[in-house]
């Protein structure tokens, strides 16, 4: 009994020294609204002009707040709205998760980032985008990708 609390006391500790008690993500907008949803996906309207949004932690796709069994989802709607940057079908696939981080969304106070690889024809070596399920934020196009004109079904 004794070895199964000094475990999990160990274990409590080492999690709450990888979290920060302060959150760099700088692109949190809790006002921010989810583009409309149209059949299975985003209608996304604005290019960021940021070089980081998306491709770096600190600038994730603010998809939240959603429910765990939503991320999936969301993240669908997200990439069913765009293609590469030549009108090419994107590939994507949750490779990881990453950064932990503070948030009050959340029973144990704090979040991860879910990384996604993502690929298209032609592209010599894949991307990954950083997608925060915790945290509002203005949803936008990442550059180097493009807005679907035409968005159908592709998931």
């Not at 309207?45 to 932690?57: L, V």
């Not at 994107?90 to 990881?96: A, D, H, I, R, V």
């Not at 704090?110 to 203005?138: C, D, H, R």
């Amino acid at each position: 009994m004794k070895k199964t609390a000094f475990a999990l006391l160990l274990l409590a500790l080492s999690v709450s020294s990888c979290i920060s008690t302060k959150s760099t993500i700088k692109n949190i907008d809790e006002t921010a609204s989810r583009p409309i949803l149209r059949e299975d996906y985003y209608l996304l309207t604005e290019y960021s002009d940021n070089a980081k949004y998306g491709y770096d932690s600190d600038y994730p796709i603010n998809i939240g707040f959603v429910a765990e069994s939503q991320e999936q989802n969301n993240v669908t709607y997200f990439f069913n709205g765009l293609e590469g940057p030549d009108g090419q079908k994107l590939s994507f696939e949750k490779t990881g998760t990453c950064c932990p981080f503070p948030t009050k969304h959340n029973r144990v106070g704090a979040g991860m980032l879910a990384q996604y690889t993502v690929s298209w024809e032609g592209l010599a070596k894949p991307i990954v985008l950083y997608f925060n399920t915790f945290e509002k934020g203005k949803i936008m196009c990442p550059k180097g990708l493009s807005i679907k004109k035409n968005p159908s079904r592709t998931h």
